[in-house]
């Protein structure tokens, strides 16, 4: 990637103009988890507290997800990626997914 891409939670940049839109974008990502977090997990929920494991987990899934959707837009030409957001969900108990999404557009600052 020559350029970063810009990723914001927000519709637009101030002090940039949209000038091409390329459409929705993603990153996914779909994680395992092992035998010892559930059990670590399983106890949590008895006793109450952070499970540690999973939150180290769900935030690399999360930069993981973001850094494949900010390829995803600059594989479209994009250089900035608007309205980005998160979905995650579970696969049968055992995995974990993470989607980052968002809008690839080109930008161009104000003159």
């Given amino acids: 990637m020559d350029e970063e891409v810009i990723i914001a939670t927000t519709n637009d940049i101030p002090g940039f103009k949209v000038t091409e839109v390329y459409g929705e974008v993603f990153g996914l990502i779909v994680r395992s988890r092992n035998i010892f977090s559930n059990i670590g997990a399983g106890l949590r929920t008895v006793v109450g507290g952070e499970v540690k494991g999973y939150t180290k987990m769900l935030a ?52």
């Fill in 60 to 111: 690399s899934s999360r930069e993981n997800a973001i850094a494949r959707l900010r390829q995803e837009a600059a594989d479209k030409g994009a250089n900035a990626v608007l309205a980005m957001r998160f979905d995650s969900g579970d696969i049968g108990n055992l995995m974990s997914e993470v989607a980052a999404y968002g809008t690839a557009v080109k930008i161009e600052p104000v003159k």
